[in-house]
């Protein structure tokens, strides 16, 4: 069976960080394209950052560029999310995300889901 399990969300004040972890079992997501989504409450998810299988490319939604991180360790099957900078906007469930493909394309939906972890940023 295969599972993702984010970790390391938490409450933080504005202009505080967070790294959230994602740990996958079941399969290797060695050559699979990762990322990261987010849903607040009463939005639709969204997509936060993508990284190719290699870690060579990655992409992010503009509200988060220059403050967000993504990276993998294919040796240990996880991926993570240095989160900088945070701010009340990003306040949200953040889902690990893996694709079937070894490069993200855009507007790609992902093949599975993590449960999600809560990050909560107070003013």
């Known amino acids: 069976q295969v599972q993702l399990v984010e970790s390391g969300g938490g409450l933080v004040q504005a202009g505080g960080s967070l790294k959230l972890s994602c740990a996958a079992s079941g399969r290797s997501f060695s050559y699979n394209a990762m990322g990261w989504f987010r849903q607040a409450p009463g939005k639709e998810r969204e997509f936060v950052a993508a990284?190719?299988?290699?870690?060579?490319?990655?992409y992010y939604t503009d509200s988060v560029k220059g403050r967000f991180t993504i990276g993998r360790d294919n040796a240990k099957n996880t991926v993570h999310l240095q989160m900088n900078d945070l701010k009340p906007a990003d306040t949200a469930v953040y889902y690990c995300?893996?694709?079937?493909?070894?490069?993200?394309?855009?507007?790609?939906?992902?093949?599975?889901w993590g449960q999600g972890t809560q990050v909560i940023v107070s003013s």
């Open positions: 995300a893996g694709y079937s493909s070894s490069d993200y394309v855009s507007q790609a939906l992902p093949n599975y």
């Open positions: 990284i190719h299988w290699n870690g060579l490319y990655t």
